[in-house]
Nanobody
Framework: QVQLVESGGGLVQAGDSLRLSCAASGRTFSRYAMGWFRQAPGKEREFQTAISWSGGSTYYADSVKGRFTISRDNAKNTVYLQMNSLKPEDTAVYYC?????????????????WGQGTQVTVSS
């Protein structure tokens, strides 16, 4: 089992950058693929990016490809989401999620553990 805690959200202006962190508890973090999802007001939660347990494979939604970068540090039990060139439409609650023994997936049903989310607000 793993517990996830996101941090790093906040209020920024369009064009700014922000880095989110997701800290995981437990000693088996390296067994989990990790994903980032977001949910904007009035919308369903949507996939943003995922990374395999080793960090060797990454996946991105078309809407963030080239602007967002996922990475992980297994020694620190942490996964990161670097967000550049932020847009007002990136405003949402961002969630990290863990997939045991997976390679990463855009399907939120494949993830068994979720953080509580961190708010990102991008003003125009």
């Amino acid at each position: 089992q793993v517990q996830l805690v996101e941090s790093g959200g906040g209020l920024v202006q369009a064009g700014d950058s922000l880095r989110l962190s997701c800290a995981a508890s437990g000693r088996t973090f390296s067994r989990y693929a990790m994903g980032w999802f977001r949910q904007a007001p009035g919308k369903e939660r949507e996939f943003q990016t995922a990374i395999s347990w080793s960090g060797g494979s990454t996946y991105y939604a078309d809407s963030v490809k080239g602007r967002f970068t996922i990475s992980r540090d297994n020694a620190k039990n942490t996964v990161y989401l670097q967000m550049n060139s932020l847009k007002p439409e990136d405003t949402a609650v961002y969630y990290c999620a863990a997939q045991l023994r997976g390679l990463g997936s855009p399907d939120e049903g494949d993830y068994g553990y979720w953080g509580q989310g961190t708010q990102v607000t991008v003003s125009s």
